[in-house]
């Protein structure tokens, strides 16, 4: 069973990697304005972080979909959940209202505070899979199965159900 659950975690963890990653791509500045609403960051490294972060949302979340890497970039995904639950939670309790810009949509946002618990909630949610794919990183159907098919943990995993 737990073979399955990593897959399942790779998808809906490199789904929603992919899909926030697709959504901000195609429009850097966007991503930018969003990354500096949390006034977190100094101006050069908001600029870097905003136009940086879509393209390794899209990596990151390719490669889990695909299941490459996926202890290395389970735990990045959990860094960066961990980032983005501090981002929101420094601006609630800053009473700074902004949308969350996880899915391209940041800027200003009068209701946003109602919003920061279940930004945060999904974000728990998200890094506790990215953690179960740190410690349980094989899954079948996965990129890793073939290129090391060697390591215990890829190994010890069933090709069939």
């Known amino acids: 069973m737990l073979p399955w659950t990593a897959v399942l975690a790779r998808l809906i963890v490199g789904g929603v990697w992919v899909y926030a990653g697709a959504l901000k791509v195609g429009d850097p500045e966007s991503s930018v304005a969003a990354v500096r609403a949390y006034q977190l960051l100094p101006t050069g490294l908001a600029d870097t972080v905003g136009r940086v972060l879509p393209m390794l949302e899209l990596v990151i979340g390719v490669c889990l979909v695909l299941g490459l890497l996926t202890r290395v970039l389970g735990g990045v995904s959990a860094v960066l959940q961990i980032a983005f639950i501090i981002g929101i939670a420094s601006v609630w309790a800053r009473g700074i209202e902004i949308n969350c810009g996880c899915f ?4 200003p946002n009068p209701d946003a505070s109602s919003q920061y618990p ?18 349980r990183p ?3 159907y996965s990129v890793d199965r073939v290129l090391f098919p060697d390591l215990p943990e890829v190994r010890d995993v069933p090709a069939e159900p």
């Not at 945060?120 to 949610?125: E, Q």
């Open 104 to 107: 391209g949509d940041g800027g």
């Open 118 to 135: 279940w930004e945060i909630a999904r974000d728990l949610g998200l890094l506790a899979l990215s953690v179960f794919l740190v410690v």
């Open 138 to 140: 094989s899954s079948p």
